[in-house]
């Protein structure tokens, strides 16, 4: 993958998150997205958006996972495919989930279409956030159960 490929596919995520959502409630994107190129672009994509990236695994009970979304005001998540998550944590996560997939296939297609070229030509020339801060990204990792789940063991 090119920087440029990089920064089309992750331009293309952001703009196709904050279409479906007010950017303005969250201040976190999760993602169940594994390490490699999905999981990198994700990550950039949140930090187009000026928010904080929040890696997710499907290791973690759906009680942790959903300490981890409300204590990271996490507002969408991102994953390869909602057929890899949980279905009770589908059912019940109340934030909106983006199947990466598509985007990714119609990257290495070379096909990468867009609704809002305004936007989407912003978050792919700026240097900046979509917002138009410089602030650099931010990852918050959750490492260990809940202080909930630990006083009830």
Same mark, same amino acid.
């Given at each position: ?13 952001? *703009?196709?998150?904050?279409? &479906?959502?007010?950017?303005?409630? #969250? ?36 009680? $942790?996972?959903?300490?981890?979304? $409300?204590?990271? &005001?996490?507002?969408?998540?991102? *994953?390869?495919? &909602? ?5 009770? #944590? ?8 983006? $199947?990466?997939?598509?985007? #990714? ?33 931010? *990852? ?14």
């Amino acid at each position: 993958m090119t920087y440029k490929q990089l920064n089309e596919t992750s331009s293309q995520l952001a *703009c196709d998150m904050i279409s &479906k959502v007010d950017k303005s409630t #969250f201040s976190a994107v999760g993602s169940f997205n594994k390490p490699g190129a999905a999981f990198t672009i994700a990550m950039i994509a949140a930090w187009k958006l000026g928010k904080v990236f929040v890696p997710l695994s499907t290791n973690h009970s759906e009680k $942790e996972l959903a300490y981890f979304i $409300e204590d990271s &005001k996490v507002g969408l998540v991102s *994953c390869s495919s &909602k057929s890899e998550l949980n279905p009770s #944590f589908v059912q019940n996560t109340g934030v909106p989930i983006f $199947e990466t997939d598509v985007i #990714f296939k119609s990257m290495t297609e070379g096909r990468l279409e867009n609704e809002n070229s305004k936007i989407y030509h912003s978050l792919l020339n700026s240097d900046d956030n979509a917002d138009g801060t410089s602030d650099s990204g931010a *990852c918050l990792l959750y490492t260990s159960p809940s202080p909930r789940d630990r006083q009830k063991s």
